[in-house]
């Protein structure tokens, strides 16, 4: 009986709701389709923690090379006192934290692919609905023709990105991110909270993201020190 009713649920459930529909909702809540193309450079500040050690971040983030392997970008990690600890550009060979990095990088962008995955050539499908940080979430899986896959995780009452997995087979890297804390930023909700979970074949870390400070600009003006 038990299991009769779990397979009735998930039939209601796909019958209730389409990878299409989720999109839509998703794209309507974040702002609009348009709206994330329309930013040129994105400047946040807040706390990392890293590899045990808790840091200020200031990023600079240009949305004119949006690859979660190449981007332009600087990021500046000082202490309490404003001290400089590290300074490096887009280009730096830090890899757990670009990897970090591609991640906020891509959010919202992260969800891109998804919304025009049938003339890309990749295949999305609907899965049952999980729990995740307490909130109800519909889940759907992007595969791509180059093999890798993406999962992602719509809040059911907010229809935003609240969780999302990249499986990397070309790099052989899975990037784990949690999505919370969305704020209104020129009409363009954005996740201030972000916790990531990187894996490859060379090292494993987590990285945990606090933004109290997010600016969307028309240009893009490097200001750090060197």
């Given amino acids: 009986m038990g299991l009769f009713v779990l397979l009735l649920v998930a039939v209601q459930f796909a019958r209730g709701k389409t990878v299409d529909e989720i999109i ?20 946040m500040e807040g706390i990392i923690t890293m590899m045990g050690n808790t840091n200020f971040v200031k990023i600079y983030q240009v949305q004119n090379d949006l690859s979660p392997v190449g981007f332009n970008m600087q990021w500046q990690l ?16 830090v890899e757990l934290f670009n990897a970090a990095v ?14 025009n995955y049938v003339g890309n050539g990749s295949q999305a499908v609907l ?3 999980e729990v995740v940080n ?3 979430c519909y889940r759907i899986k992007l595969s791509t023709k180059t093999g890798s896959e993406i999962n992602y995780w719509f809040n059911a009452s907010s229809s935003l990105l609240s969780q999302s997995l990249v499986n990397d087979v070309q790099q052989n890297k899975t990037i784990r991110s949690l999505y919370s804390n969305h704020k ?17 074949a060379n090292e494993n870390g987590s990285i945990k993201i606090f933004f109290n400070k997010i600016e969307i600009t028309k240009s893009f003006e490097l200001k750090f020190s060197t």
């Fill in 102 to 115: 591609a991640g906020i990088q891509t959010e919202p962008f992260i969800t891109k692919p998804l919304l």
């Fill in 127 to 129: 899965a049952l609905k």
């Fill in 78 to 93: 000082t202490d309490e006192k404003n001290t400089l600890i590290e300074l490096a550009p887009s280009t730096s060979n």
């Fill in 24 to 43: 839509e909702k998703h794209i309507q809540a974040r702002g609009g389709f348009d709206k994330p193309d329309e930013i040129k450079a994105i400047y």
């Fill in 184 to 200: 209104s930023i020129d009409g363009l909700f954005l996740a201030h909270s972000i916790e990531m979970e990187i894996n490859n």
């Fill in 134 to 136: 307490g909130n109800d």
